[in-house]
């Protein structure tokens, strides 16, 4: 059976403070490649692989303050997502992300009146446990 993660429940932290108006966090793992080609045929005969890395994003209700001062000072922090199942258990997954910086911002405001702040973010590796 799926473990089926609430978002309600769950929470993410930044250098152990907390996200609040946290929306949405999104990543994913890059890893360059590149094909081995062999001469006489049109198909690659091995792979070899390069330098691995995590973008990221995460959206936020208005803005947070500690990201705005990573962002100007260019600090490298931490993330760290406790993912729970429901109130009862303890965190079921942790995903961390180390050695982070912000690699740009953007703001919106929709027609409902919601502001909304993306932060773009780079990591050195994420780990889950």
């Given amino acids: 059976m799926p473990t089926i993660f609430?978002?309600?429940r769950?929470?993410?932290l930044v250098n152990g403070t907390a996200v609040e108006g946290l929306q949405s966090l999104v990543f994913r793992v890059v890893t360059e490649r590149q094909?081995?080609?062999a001469i006489g045929?049109?198909?690659r005969v091995d792979v070899i692989f390069g330098l691995r890395s995590v973008q990221g994003e995460l959206v936020v209700h208005s803005a947070n303050a500690e990201l705005d001062d990573h962002l100007a000072k260019r600090s490298k922090f931490q993330i760290v997502a406790n993912l729970k199942r429901d109130e009862t258990e303890g965190a079921k997954?942790?995903?961390s992300f180390d050695d982070c910086?912000?690699?740009s911002k953007s703001?919106?405001?929709?027609?409902?009146?919601?502001?909304?702040t993306t932060y773009t973010f780079t990591a050195t590796r994420a780990r889950e446990e």
Avoid: C, M, P, Y
């Avoid at 703001?107 to 909304?116: E, K, R």
């Fill in 6 to 8: 609430s978002a309600n």
């Fill in 10 to 12: 769950s929470s993410v």
């Fill in 35 to 37: 094909d081995v080609r």
């Fill in 41 to 43: 045929i049109d198909e």
């Fill in 93 to 95: 997954r942790t995903l």
């Fill in 101 to 103: 910086f912000i690699e």
């Fill in 107 to 116: 703001f919106s405001l929709t027609a409902g009146g919601v502001v909304a």
